[in-house]
T-cell receptor, first 113, second 112 residues
């Protein structure tokens, strides 16, 4: 059982380049999330999708866009990467947004130079 | 701003000792969860406690919740070197459709 799969695992971008981080889950979960993790900052919520067809901003949405492609897939797009977006990005999913365990992917380590 | 705040930021203990981590949060919650993260890995769920519960156990883990003080604690008894990891509390606010918000975490180091 794969759980939550993120691609790529590592990426180096130049300032101004764009890219899309992919996330897919095979647990038939309704809710999916994107977090970023920076040293000393814990995890901060970027965007989430409570259910297929909906997306909402989290704590730090600026510079990002998301697409809930279908129930399985939730992508995160950086339109014009900046060094401040250097981080480790985690995708997660859960049955619903409240009161259920979240399952995490292994992360994407992104460096913007 | 982040909902949860763990304390201490870092904790170093010997194998066999107990480790206690605390989490304080700001707004009313439905549930509070604790997660563990090994270095370079994703987070793994440990335990969930609902707002109407005061204490919960799972193996060597004991979680308490005090909603009047907006705080929770995670106790790991008889720590092992394999417990070395970062531990995060996460809350979902007392309204429908909100996502889990994480604290900054406590880094636990257990030496043998």
């Amino acid at each position: 059982n794969a759980g939550v799969t993120q691609t790529p695992k590592f990426q180096v971008l130049k300032t101004g380049q764009s890219m899309t981080l992919q996330c897919a889950q095979d647990m038939n979960h309704n809710s999916m999330y994107w977090y970023r993790q920076d040293p000393g900052m814990g995890l901060r919520l970027i965007y989430y999708s409570a259910s297929e067809g909906t997306t909402d901003k989290g704590e730090v949405p600026n510079g990002y866009n998301v697409s809930r492609l279908n129930k399985r897939e939730f992508s995160l797009r950086l339109e014009s990467a900046a060094p401040s977006q250097t981080s480790v990005y985690f995708c997660a999913s859960s049955d619903w947004t409240g009161g259920t365990e979240a399952f995490f992917g292994q992360g994407t380590r992104l460096t913007v130079v | 701003s982040q909902q949860g705040e763990e304390d201490p930021q870092a904790l170093s203990i010997q194998e066999g000792e107990n480790a206690t981590m605390n989490c304080s949060y700001k707004t009313s919650i439905n549930n509070l969860q604790w997660y563990r993260q090994n270095s370079g890995r994703g987070l793994v769920h440990l335990i969930l406690i609902r707002s109407n519960e005061r204490e919960k156990h799972s193996g060597r883990l004991r979680v308490t919740l005090d909603t009047s003080k907006k705080s929770s604690s995670l106790l790991i008894t008889a720590s092992r070197a394999a417990d070395t990891a970062s531990y995060f509390c996460a809350t979902d606010a007392d309204q429908a459709g909100t996502a889990l918000i994480f604290g900054k975490g406590t880094t636990l180091s257990v030496s043998s």
